[in-house]
């Protein structure tokens, strides 16, 4: 859904959501704003990830009905292509998780999951603005948040985290500032 009747009623979503009580280790869960800010985007059209955010039913109906379990937001069904490095991502992603909290398993998942989009990694989530991704970072993956030193784009610092370890290097250049790609990776984001 593009056009002027998104954003209010994402806004709209992401309230009703927030509202709810969560339940359990959920209510306080230093992600649960931002898994609202995800499960708000997807319901209003935004995002590439398939109603269940990549986690599977079960795992989604948990974390809808420990995190919003007033809500009824019926998520929009679409199907994404899986990608043959989802296991390969979300394996970096855990490697470096914070382990301050238990749903760090779902944003690596969900993270994993929304790397298939065609967009910037902000907008295949479903989220507002890319502060909200750098957010979810910092949160749950400290130590990949403080290696993108350049603030390069993070869907392709996570490839580039993930193609290094496997000995994988694409950059025609030995550094990025040298690079005829680097505002590709770095420019700004729309």
């Given at each position: 859904?593009?056009?002027?009747?998104?954003?209010?009623?994402?806004?709209?979503?992401?309230?009703?959501?927030?509202?709810?009580?969560?339940?359990g280790l959920a209510a306080g869960d230093p992600n649960r704003s931002l898994l609202a800010s995800i499960v708000a985007g997807q319901a209003a059209g935004?995002?590439?990830?398939?109603?269940?955010?990549?986690?599977?039913?079960?795992?989604?109906?948990?974390?809808?009905h420990a995190y919003f379990p007033a809500c009824d937001i019926q998520p929009e069904q679409r199907e994404?292509?899986?990608?043959?490095?989802?296991?390969?991502?979300?394996?970096?992603?855990l490697d470096h998780r914070a382990r301050q909290a238990p749903s760090e398993l779902l944003v690596a998942n969900i993270l994993a999951t929304a790397c298939a989009g065609r967009d910037h990694l902000w907008q295949d989530l479903g989220f507002a603005s890319?502060?909200?991704?750098?957010?979810?970072?910092?949160?749950?993956?400290?130590?990949?948040?403080?290696?993108?030193?350049?603030?390069?784009?993070?869907?392709?610092?996570?490839?580039?985290?993930?193609?290094s370890r496997e000995g994988i290097y694409v950059c025609?250049?030995?550094?990025c500032g040298v690079c005829q790609d680097y505002a590709k990776c770095f420019g700004p984001e729309n």
């Open positions: 859904m593009n056009g002027p009747d998104r954003l209010p009623r994402r806004a709209l979503l992401l309230a009703e959501l927030l509202a709810t009580p969560a339940v935004d995002g590439c990830l398939p109603g269940h955010l990549g986690l599977g039913e079960a795992a989604c109906s948990h974390l809808h994404i292509e899986a990608i043959p490095e989802w296991e390969d991502l979300r394996k970096l992603l890319r502060e909200e991704l750098t957010r979810l970072m910092w949160l749950n993956f400290p130590e990949l948040a403080r290696a993108n030193t350049g603030d390069m784009k993070w869907k392709k610092f996570l490839y580039r985290q993930f193609c025609p250049a030995p550094s």
